[in-house]
């Protein structure tokens, strides 16, 4: 899952930022995204999406270990200090990685023409309940579904609906589960039936700016590393890469510090020992702005060109990074 550069709760922008972001945005695009991006081709063999209609609330078992923020009137947000652990922390880390890594696998294979988003969140929901997990982000901030399925323009954070899925579509699944007390977060994008090359590059280069960030984490790398890689790598085959959306902390809690950037900055901090968290760039065909839809979750780019997103949870060894979700 996604939190954003404001440091605020997850699926939120920031609250100054909103109303603009509804708004008609052309004018607030900023001089990289229009010299790197204005001339660029947006991706408009497809009608724009539309919400569709969404199906109740999938029901949890009492059994199943709920996370502190469920069913509580309180905002999430970020924590503050790095997720740190022992050996008992790292492996129950280790379970619920690999638990989102199979569940992100199952949902992929479902990803063809006709099969509705809530489909694929009922069988995500049921997978995760039958491990005896909790699907992080239902009831998180108020978020109505058991995972995020973010369709062709849809930077992140899309909610599954009644709308099917065509061929030549694009569908980021955004998985993470709550295994004995503890996160792991994971996302790919899939190609649905015969994508064209367009798309299929994006998707590509998307994945690799993802594995090039992970090939350079190590014990004492700076962070900015990791946007300074995804970033002169996008540029490389000149993709944007969306800022207001960034990559997080994670293990008992959903989101803490550090707040990962996926494009160039200066902030400071550097990996520890021990230390788990997500990376998750989000790359553009065009705009990197984003507009919120009026569900406050679904963020999609301004020129409806399309995104692709690829995300891991980490754990940092002495060796360099483990990658905790994967089969």
């Known amino acids: 899952m996604?939190?954003?550069?404001?440091?605020?709760?997850?699926f939120t922008l920031l609250n100054s930022s909103l109303t603009k972001l509804r708004?008609?945005?052309?004018?607030?695009?900023?001089?990289?995204?229009?010299?790197?991006?204005?001339?660029?081709?947006?991706?408009?063999?497809?009608?724009r999406l539309r919400q569709g209609t969404l199906s109740p609330r999938r029901p949890v078992p009492d059994h199943i270990q709920l996370p502190p923020y469920v069913n509580v009137n309180m905002p999430p947000g970020i924590s503050s200090g790095p997720q740190i652990h022992d050996k008992n922390g790292i492996d129950c880390m280790r379970a619920s990685g690999r638990l989102a890594a199979q569940v992100l696998q199952h949902a992929g294979t479902l990803v063809m023409p006709g099969i509705t988003t809530d489909e694929i969140d009922q069988a995500v929901h049921e997978m995760i309940i039958a491990n005896g997990a909790y699907p992080s982000p239902l009831g998180y901030g108020g978020f109505p579904k058991s995972v995020c399925t973010s369709v062709n323009e849809c930077i992140c954070h899309g909610i599954p609906d009644s709308r099917a899925l065509e061929?030549?579509?694009i569908i980021n699944i955004d998985v993470t589960v709550y295994l004995n007390g503890y996160h792991?977060?994971?996302?790919?994008?899939?190609?649905?039936?015969?994508v064209d090359d367009e798309a299929k590059k994006l998707v590509q280069v998307t994945k690799e700016s993802l594995d090039k960030a992970i090939s350079i984490c190590a014990p004492g790398v700076v962070f900015k590393k990791i946007g300074k890689t995804i970033?002169?790598?996008?540029?490389?085959?000149?993709?944007?890469?969306?800022?207001?959306?960034?990559?997080?902390?994670?293990?008992?809690v959903f989101h803490s510090d550090p707040v990962i950037l996926h494009f160039r900055n200066n902030d400071r901090g550097s990996m520890v020992l021990n230390q788990?968290?997500?990376?998750?760039?989000?790359?553009?065909?065009?705009?990197i702005n984003p507009i919120m839809w009026d569900d406050d979750w679904t963020?999609?780019?301004?020129?409806?060109?399309?995104?692709?997103?690829?995300?891991?949870?980490?754990l940092i060894t002495e060796d360099g990074a483990e990658i905790l979700t994967q089969c």
């Open 299 to 314: 963020v999609v780019t301004e020129d409806e060109s399309w995104s692709a997103q690829f995300e891991h949870t980490l």
């Open 231 to 252: 970033h002169d790598h996008a540029d490389r085959h000149h993709y944007g890469v969306v800022q207001q959306f960034v990559g997080h902390g994670i293990g008992r």
């Open 276 to 287: 788990t968290f997500t990376i998750e760039p989000m790359l553009t065909i065009g705009s």
């Open 23 to 47: 708004m008609c945005s052309s004018s607030s695009s900023n001089l990289a995204d229009f010299f790197f991006n204005s001339n660029k081709k947006t991706h408009n063999k497809r009608k």
């Open 2 to 10: 996604i939190t954003t550069r404001s440091h605020l709760p997850l």
């Open 167 to 169: 061929d030549g579509d």
């Open 184 to 194: 792991g977060d994971t996302s790919a994008t899939f190609l649905c039936g015969e």
